[in-house]
């Protein structure tokens, strides 16, 4: 602000006090004398213009006009930009709608179906990971406008995917060892009944027995052993993981089934060149236990039980044994009745009215 020159004249020192040396803009500091001079100093002699004049220079100034158009054409190639990048990237939205819609009940609705199934989405999986694994965590447009990040949709994609794949893994693993282990049991069984086989015939013919359920369920045993051990490739070839212990209960399940080939057509070779002198003994064991079962009909229906005079308790306890008793002797004859079967290919040639099972 300018200052006074020389000495104060006798009326400014009257009113504004010995110490006036300038004039200070309004409220720039705190009145402490009686009297001052306040005011503020203009920069030019004309009022600024009005709005709508201010608005009318801007829009029709060169200057301003090539700036706005450089800024729009900017913005226009960031736009372009993004939705570039969309485009590319919309396969993320057909994962999207995977992880939407999988779930405990997606997972167990495969259980035991085609190993195609698991092998097309194991695959699926895989080549979903790497795609997304691709995606940048960011990106930045031309002139550096806008940062996209792509970094929280990424890695819940890849956190997601990595755990579907890890249920697959564990169920698949699961009925691998379920099946394994029960498979190696039924064929167990079986390899007991051919290995036991000898000129005893009630051991031939608990062989001959098991020999014929062999022979109609071999079809679905092979069925069962080529799933199983498709399940066991899937989880070395596609997941890329070696188990020792289902190692070793794959290589047990191939053993347990090359014994039970090998020991079936043994027992097949053994009952066949058996057979004309086990069949004439099987007949004379059926004649013996229809016999015997003839016999407790009879007793069961003869006079001490059939006296109403006899005590009740006694008599049922009696007829308890009795059925008992038939009921040991028709399950021994059917057996003998399999046994003759798979000897002759023919029924029994039992008396009509006796049901076997």
């Known amino acids: 602000m300018p200052r006074f020159q020389g000495q104060p004249r006798e009326a ?16 720039s500091r705190t009145v402490t004398e009686a009297l001052e001079v306040c005011g503020h100093r203009l920069r030019g002699q004309y009022l600024p213009p009005d709005y709508k004049q201010l608005q009318e220079d801007l829009d029709n100034n060169p200057r301003i006009q090539q700036a706005l158009a450089t800024q729009q054409a900017l913005l226009e190639g960031m736009l372009q930009e993004v939705q570039d990048f969309c485009r590319d990237h919309h396969w993320m939205a057909g994962i999207y709608e995977f ?43 031309k002139g550096r406008l806008l940062l996209l990040s792509c970094h929280e949709v990424r890695g819940e994609m890849e956190s997601q995917l990595a755990s579907i794949r890890k249920d697959i893994l564990e169920q698949v693993q699961s009925e691998c060892r379920r099946g394994s282990q ?24 608990w062989c001959s027995q098991k020999l014929n359920e062999a022979n109609q369920r071999y079809a679905e045993l092979e069925e069962r052993m080529g799933y199983t051990r498709s399940l066991s490739e899937l989880v070395r070839d596609h997941f890329g993981l070696f188990n020792a212990e289902n190692e070793a209960l794959d290589v047990s399940l191939l053993d347990a089934w090359e014994s039970f080939q090998f020991e079936k057509s043994q027992a097949t070779e053994f009952l066949l060149s058996k057979g004309h002198a086990i069949v ?20 069961a229906l003869s006079g001490p039980f059939m006296d109403p005079e006899q005590e009740q308790r006694s008599t049922e306890r009696q007829l ?38």
């Open 320 to 357: 308890i044994s009795l059925e008992r008793q038939f009921q040991s002797t028709a399950s021994y004859l059917g057996e003998l009745h399999h046994a003759y079967a798979t000897f002759t290919g023919t029924g029994a040639p039992l008396r009509p009215g006796w049901a076997l099972g």
């Open 280 to 299: 004439p003994k099987l007949q004379q064991l059926m004649v013996a236990a229809l016999a015997e079962l003839e016999g407790l009909v009879e007793k």
């Open 99 to 141: 992880l939407r819609a999988w779930g405990p009940q997606k997972l167990e609705s495969m259980r035991g179906c085609p190993i195609k199934n698991y092998v097309m989405l194991v695959s699926r999986l895989s080549d979903w990971q790497t795609r997304v694994a691709s995606v940048p965590t960011e990106v930045i447009t």
């Open 182 to 205: 029960q498979l190696i049991a039924e064929l167990t069984d079986f390899l007991k009944a051919f290995q036991s086989i000898s000129s005893d015939i009630h051991a031939i013919a």
């Open 12 to 27: 400014v020192d009257m009113f504004c006090g010995p110490n006036i040396g300038s004039v200070w803009p309004w409220k």
